[in-house]
Every structure is written in structure tokens, then in C-alpha cells.
């Protein structure tokens, strides 16, 4: 069993987090927070501003509150993506 953290969008994801979603995680911080900061001056301010790392079928999902989540394929891919309802 894999457990699941929190983690605030800017902060250094904790040791749990695959380093494998590490750079689209950083990816998707920098894409939201450069096309937030005329507006709010930063992510945290807008709607949702933490990340919650789950498992799904033995894979990583980092899910982040402002509608993106970073996923690992079953083939080892990397996706970056707005949810999808």
C-alpha cells in the first residue's frame, strides 16, 4: 500500500513524489503562475493552490486543486493535463 500527501503549489514536492513528475509538476506551476500573476501575483491566491499525490493501480497521480493533474502511463509516460470531467 502507497500512501498519498498534500503539498502547497511553489513548495518543494515531498520525498514521496516520483522524481519522474517532478518536471511536469514544475511545468504546470510555471505555465498557471506565469498566466496568474497579472491578476491574482500568484497561484496560491487563486482557486486551489495545493497538489495531493494518490496512487491509482500502483501509479502516481498528483492532482492540483486549480483542475491539472500529472500522471504516469502505464507505459512510463508522463502526462500533464487539465482534468477531464
Avoid at 518543494?12 to 506551476?29: C, D, F, M, Q, Y
Avoid at 496560491?44 to 492532482?63: D, F, H, I, V, Y
Amino acid at each position: 500500500m502507497q500512501l498519498g500527501t498534500r503539498w502547497a503549489v511553489g513548495a518543494e514536492p515531498p520525498a514521496s513524489v516520483p522524481a519522474a513528475l517532478r518536471p511536469a509538476i514544475a511545468e504546470v506551476e510555471a505555465t498557471l503562475t506565469g498566466s496568474l500573476s497579472s491578476t491574482t501575483g500568484s497561484l496560491s491566491l487563486s482557486k486551489g493552490g495545493n497538489w495531493t499525490l494518490t496512487w491509482l493501480e500502483g501509479r502516481p497521480l498528483a492532482e492540483l486543486d486549480a483542475g491539472w493533474e500529472v500522471l504516469l502511463t502505464a507505459s512510463g509516460e508522463v502526462i500533464a493535463r487539465p482534468f477531464e470531467d
